[in-house]
């Protein structure tokens, strides 16, 4: 199975994404952490992935559509995208490298939220520095705060998520990934998903719409 997730940053893409993958035992290709991973490594791409991360811009189409293709390629079961694709070009791109592996793709899922809420839940994250665990001050906050659970590593707000890059991110979302819905819609491969409520609430509406599992 062969799944994406859309939604602009706040939306819980990466939340639904993980445990769709889990429920559906396929793998969860989060590109924005594989990126993050990379710059905490020191690699050529984790340093290029940086500068337009840190500027609240969208990595390069070409950087990205070499990195998802062989993360595809390497998980013959099946894949829940989360973060990709962002633009037309990768979209596309996904497609070709689908179709050659002929496994295509189930269905793309929108996740809407309003602008409001996006920024009320975007301020209020704090991601681990040792771990990368993600939590919210207010919706999932850690046992101690400013205390990562899981490793006892310091949370932080990571740069791209204070006010001006989320703004940035959010329009460059609505100027080149928005026009993904009118893609997908054209062949009834799209799905809008009210994400208001609870993980549980929304996980229960993103499920309903897939087949049954085996």
């Known amino acids: 199975m062969e799944i994406i997730l859309l ?3 706040g939306s819980g893409k990466g939340t639904q994404a993980a445990r769709l993958a889990r429920q559906r035992g396929l793998v969860h290709l989060a590109t924005g952490e594989i990126l993050r991973a990379a710059r905490r490594a020191g690699t050529e791409l984790g340093n290029l992935a940086a500068s337009y991360l ?3 811009q969208l990595v390069p189409d070409a950087v990205m559509i070499d990195l998802v293709r062989q993360e595809i390629r390497s998980a013959p079961g099946g894949v829940c995208l989360d973060g990709f694709p962002r633009t037309l ?4 791109a996904l497609d070709e490298t689908l179709a050659e592996l002929g496994r295509p793709l189930d ?3 929108a996740l809407e939220l309003p ?3 996006l920024l009320e839940r975007i301020s209020g994250r704090r991601v681990c520095t040792g771990c990368g665990a993600v939590y919210h001050i207010v919706y999932a906050p850690s046992r101690v705060p400013c205390v990562c659970d899981a490793c006892g590593g310091r949370l932080e707000q990571r740069s791209d998520d204070q006010p001006e890059a989320v703004a940035q991110r959010l329009r460059l979302y609505r100027e080149k990934t928005a026009p993904l819905l009118d893609y997908y819609a054209r062949d009834r491969r799209l799905r809008e998903v009210d994400a208001r409520g609870d993980v549980e609430e929304v996980y229960r509406r ?3 719409l897939l087949p ?3």
């Open 7 to 9: 939604g602009p940053q």
């Open 54 to 56: 840190d500027a609240g």
């Open 89 to 92: 070009a990768q979209a596309q």
């Open 107 to 109: 269905l793309a899922v």
């Open 115 to 117: 602008e409001a809420m």
């Open 206 to 208: 993103i499920d309903a």
């Open 212 to 214: 049954v599992s085996s």
